[in-house]
Nanobody, 128 residues
Framework: HVQLVESGGGSVQAGGSLRLSCAATGYTYRFSCMGWFRQAPGKEREALARIYGGGGSTYISDSVKGRFTISQDNAKNTLYLQMNSLKPEDTAMYYC?????????????????????WGQGTQVTVSS
């Protein structure tokens, strides 16, 4: 049974930081492509970052590059999103997603994985 559980969201002031976590169970993490997304009310879902579970390849959207970092702890099957210099416009529900089995790191970060598995989301609210 595949399960993705996000945590770490909350309310912060502009300029603050948060680290989101996504605990993944039910599949072989290293053979997966993992992603972070967000969706604000009334807006389309936005892809933020991707990382190959086998390591070595990452993608960060230009909209958050330089402020957000994606990483993982393979021993814990956990995905992270470090968010620094947060802005009010970063306010959204944040989701992690998985596509597996996935064996191609280059395609994970340069292509368009399907991401059929999603977590329930964690809310991030940034006040000015």
């Amino acid at each position: 049974h595949v399960q993705l559980v996000e945590s770490g969201g909350g309310s912060v002031q502009a300029g603050g930081s948060l680290r989101l976590s996504c605990a993944a169970t039910g599949y072989t993490y290293r053979f997966s492509c993992m992603g972070w997304f967000r969706q604000a009310p009334g807006k389309e879902r936005e892809a933020l970052a991707r990382i190959y579970g086998g390591g070595g390849s990452t993608y960060i959207s230009d909209s958050v590059k330089g402020r957000f970092t994606i990483s993982q702890d393979n021993a814990k099957n956990t995905l992270y999103l470090q968010m620094n210099s947060l802005k009010p416009e970063d306010t959204a529900m944040y989701y992690c997603a998985a596509d597996f089995p996935f064996y191609n790191g280059r395609r994970c970060v340069q292509g368009s994985p399907d991401f059929p598995y999603w977590g329930q989301g964690t809310q991030v609210t940034v006040s000015s």
